[in-house]
């Protein structure tokens, strides 16, 4: 008995348990079913024929349907699954085209300010970049239908703009802005330099369009008269060569001459003493008594001495003329020597010029071309890690306008001397144009950069400008990148371009490394 009440009492605990794990199952069942639907309402809209069937799916599991029966409803709706994510995919890349094509679109319109241009290079380099979803590209949707709503404003204000210099406003900036690059990358003798100056100086101001006409054409005149006196300078030695070339040859044929008219004279007076010799020898066998003898010889040796001192004379006469000659090729040769080094000097000065900033007397934006171009090669070859780096004095437009372009001019030759000065004998650093430097950190990682650019940033900021008897405090942005393997020379200093763009959106002053 007590083993058959044993028996009942593990059947009943048995069948407790079991009742206790369907309760469990059930309550989980419905709470996953609750998900599964509440699940299927978010994806409603995607895609009909999933509307569809995860309708059924809805229905099936509010009736509360074994899993079993449920499986083909769950089979059905996740190869609609699968057939959306491909669909997905595809329009994903399609947005992505898209989104790129009419980011390039307007990319390639003219007159678009200078800010805009930067965004959109922003916008571009994050619509390229892979994303998970067509969802993760709504916000790049978003910010191009503002640039293309800015990019409209801006066009219309320009049509909108009446007057001649409003009108040609904008042309005449750029033109300002090449003209000045133009001017930094040209050498000039000390004369025309000044002007150069003043040019430059009348550029900084806003130029009415006839102005600025002006100043192209005096630098075009300046230019051709540059050209003109190199080229009369550059035929004015060619002729003094050419004079000294054939004067040499004429020495030289005289020489020739000289020389060949003595050697006959030589060789007649040579004949003569040989004659004489022979005649001494024959009238010496003939001789019949030694007085006969003594005098025969005294004749014959007298006239061969005087032979030889005639060919002695000669001898002398020859290298005389020939000493004159090479003394005269020698002088001549000098003062050609004198001129070619003062060309050869003035060609380097004028090489050395063309590649220096008249203003601060740092490298010019021409040469900076020139290194960058080689830095890349190293680079390439080497695969050490190459930064570039794009420094702007902020708000310097102010410093202008308050204390005049010299003060301005001044700032900048400062700032570039405390630049360069800072920076290692390997690094580079140029003027790139206006109130932006540009620097090559051959041999330099980016997160080796962060510190010292920093350090440079603040040293900027404690020099003590004082302008007008006011302390001017002066600050500088800087952005810069790493060369990678996919980069161009133009995409590296773009991305720099626009970590220096940040820096001043982030409030200037900054350092900001991409
Ligand atoms: N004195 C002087 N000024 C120059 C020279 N080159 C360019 N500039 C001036 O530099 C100013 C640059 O001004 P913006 O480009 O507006 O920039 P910013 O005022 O520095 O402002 P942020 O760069 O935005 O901080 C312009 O006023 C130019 O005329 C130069 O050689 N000498």
């Not at 390229?128 to 979803?133: H, I, L, R, V």
Request: proline share 2%; with cysteine; net charge neutral.
């Amino acid at each position: 008995m007590p083993l058959q009440n044993d028996t009942k009492q593990q059947l009943t605990n048995a069948l407790r348990a079991r009742k206790a794990l369907e309760d469990t199952y059930e309550a989980q069942f419905k709470i996953l079913a609750l998900f599964v639907s509440r699940l299927s309402l978010v994806c409603k809209g995607v895609d009909v024929e999933l509307d569809n069937r995860l309708a059924k799916l809805r229905t099936e599991l509010s009736r509360g349907t074994d899993l079993e029966k449920l499986l083909p409803f769950i089979e059905g709706t996740s190869e609609s699954l699968k057939q959306l994510e491909t669909k997905q995919h595809l329009e994903m890349q399609r947005v992505q085209k898209g989104l790129t094509q009419a980011g390039k679109l307007l990319q390639q319109q003219k007159g678009l300010p200078d800010q805009l241009r930067r965004s959109l290079r922003e916008l571009l380099g994050k619509v390229e970049a892979p994303s998970a979803t067509v969802h993760a590209f709504l916000p790049h949707l978003t910010d191009l239908t503002t640039l293309y709503q800015h990019a409209l404003q801006a066009k219309q204000l320009l049509a909108s703009e009446n007057t001649d210099d409003d009108r040609y406003g904008h042309i005449c900036r750029q033109i300002s802005v090449e003209l000045t690059n133009l001017l930094s990358e040209l050498a000039f003798a000390e004369d025309s330099a000044v002007e150069m100056d003043n040019i430059r100086l009348s550029l900084l101001d806003k130029l009415p369009i006839d102005a600025l006409l002006e100043a192209c054409l005096k630098t075009i005149s300046i230019i051709i008269n540059s050209i003109n006196s190199e080229r009369q300078s550059a035929e004015q030695f060619l002729l003094k060569l050419n004079d000294a070339l054939s004067s040499v040859q004429q020495s030289v044929v005289s020489s020739l001459t000289t020389s060949s008219e003595l050697k006959q004279k030589m060789q007649v007076l040579n004949q003569q003493i040989e004659q004489q010799i022979e005649h001494l020898s024959g009238a010496s066998e003939k001789a019949t008594s030694l007085e006969q003898l003594k005098a025969l010889v005294g004749d014959k040796l007298s006239a061969i001495t005087g032979s030889l001192r005639e060919k002695e004379l000669l001898e002398q006469q020859e290298r005389q003329s020939l000493l004159a000659t090479l003394g005269d090729m020698e002088r001549r040769l000098n003062q050609l020597e004198t001129e070619a080094s003062s060309f050869k000097k003035r060609i380097s000065d004028q090489n050395f010029r063309s590649l220096q900033d008249a203003l601060t007397e740092i490298p010019n934006r021409a040469a900076f071309d020139e290194r960058y171009q080689l830095e890349i090669k190293r680079w390439q070859r080497y695969k050490k890690p190459l930064c570039v780096v794009l420094g702007d004095v902020d708000h310097f437009k102010n410093i202008n306008d308050s204390y005049g372009h010299s003060a301005g001019d001044k700032t900048l030759k400062v700032i570039a001397k405390t630049l360069k000065n800072s920076l290692r004998e390997t690094d580079f650093i140029a003027r790139y144009g206006g109130e932006e430097f540009i620097i090559l950190f051959p041999e330099t990682s980016l997160s080796e950069l962060t510190e010292p650019l920093n350090a440079l940033r603040e040293k900027i900021g404690k020099i003590p400008f004082k302008f007008k008897n006011v302390s001017v405090p002066i600050t500088i942005s800087f952005g810069g990148t790493q060369f990678d393997i996919k980069d161009t020379n133009r995409s590296a200093f773009d991305r720099a371009d626009e970590a220096l763009y940040e820096a001043k959106k982030a409030g200037r002053d900054k350092v900001i490394l991409k």
